[in-house]
């Protein structure tokens, strides 16, 4: 069974960055999707974006250049780099994993069956 723990969320200042980490144990599929979600009070959970286990990585468009999500598959560790932080930003995040498919669909949040337990991240002006 895996398990994915997040970290490095925090407060910081509109236009700064964060990098945020989800540690993976357990065991590895062959075939993933790991993704990025995000949530704030009284919203459903926005899929940010997402790594396939062939490398191609998606976002959505609202973190496009701002954004970066990347991993170390030797230390089974997923990243999201977050930069020109915005309030709107501001959010508990997610990673998440689906090992049905070796392509990532971000917007249906039902395929991905194994979360961490979240990281708040807050963004003041």
């Known amino acids: 069974q895996v398990q994915l723990v997040e970290s490095g969320g925090g407060s910081v200042q509109a236009g700064g960055s964060l990098r945020l980490s989800c540690a993976a144990s357990g065991y590895i599929y062959s075939s993933y999707c790991l993704g990025w979600f995000r949530q704030v009070p009284g919203k459903g959970r926005e899929g940010v974006g997402g790594?396939?286990?062939?490398?191609?990585?998606i976002y959505i468009d609202s973190v496009k250049g701002r954004f970066t999500i990347s991993r170390d598959s030797a230390k089974n560790t997923l990243y999201l780099q977050m930069n020109s932080l915005k309030r709107e930003d501001t959010a508990m995040y997610y990673c998440?994993?689906?090992?049905?498919?070796?392509?990532?669909?971000?917007?249906?949040?039902?395929?991905?069956?194994?979360w961490g337990q979240g990281t708040q991240v807050t963004v003041s002006s």
């Open positions: 790594i396939d286990s062939d490398g191609r990585i």
């Open positions: 998440a994993a689906d090992f049905a498919r070796d392509y990532c669909i971000i917007s249906s949040q039902d395929l991905f069956t194994t």
